[in-house]
């Protein structure tokens, strides 16, 4: 990036090729533009005028080893999940792994951010108006079948005075079911 300049620079790119292709000594030039000899000296020495990348030359994490880094990145990119969501699930195997070391492992390796799909994507929309008296049932299944189903809450958004919140139990799927279970995703009941 030539348009940027490190925090602490004191030369631009057009003082830095003045200083490459001048005839002067070291000390005419350090006085001249006001800088350290040993600055004009580096710069001189340089074939660029850009400046050099700060940090390790090799990113690598301090809190995860090699092999539990490609286990991250591998099951990023195969499952598509969240970043909650591979938390929690590598979290087990994986016990000092952190919310922020997994965001900078993702960021190094550049699967920070699930690609966009348009047809998963779709634009949020408001639930449809009903009468007082119904109910909308909003569930939703693991992205992998469980043993444990989900337990589903309920919520009453068109009753204006009190609106309770109840988390119900489905009762447990026979292993044979996994992929249409539970029954249905949503539903608006009458109470």
């Known amino acids: 990036m030539a348009g940027l300049l490190h925090g602490c620079a004191r030369t631009t790119p057009c003082v830095r090729a003045e200083l490459q292709a001048s005839q002067a000594s070291t000390r005419a030039l350090a006085a001249r533009y006001g800088l350290n000899p040993k600055t004009v000296a580096k710069w001189r020495a340089r074939s660029d005028t850009a400046d050099a990348p700060m940090g390790p030359h090799r990113p690598r994490s301090t809190v995860l080893t090699e092999a539990e880094e490609a286990v991250v990145v591998e099951f990023r990119r195969r499952t598509l999940l969240p970043l909650d969501d591979v938390l929690g699930c590598l979290r087990e195997s994986i016990?000092?792994?952190?919310?922020?070391?997994?965001?900078?492992?993702?960021?190094?390796?550049?699967?920070?951010?699930?690609?966009?799909?348009?047809?998963a994507s779709s634009k949020r929309k408001r639930f449809a108006e009903t009468r007082i008296g119904y109910v909308h049932i909003d569930s939703c299944a693991p992205p992998k079948a469980r043993?444990?189903?989900?337990?589903?809450?309920?919520?009453?958004?068109s009753s204006p005075r009190s609106s309770c919140t109840r988390r119900?139990?489905?009762?447990?799927?026979?292993?044979?079911?996994?992929?249409?279970?539970?029954p249905s995703p949503t539903a608006s009941i009458l109470c």
């Not at 043993?147 to 958004?157: L, M, Q």
């Not at 119900?168 to 539970?182: D, M, V």
């Open 147 to 157: 043993s444990t189903c989900s337990s589903p809450s309920i919520a009453s958004p």
């Open 168 to 182: 119900l139990r489905w009762p447990r799927a026979p292993p044979s079911c996994a992929g249409w279970w539970p």
């Open 95 to 119: 016990p000092r792994l952190t919310r922020s070391a997994l965001h900078r492992c993702l960021e190094r390796h550049g699967i920070s951010r699930l690609p966009r799909d348009e047809e």
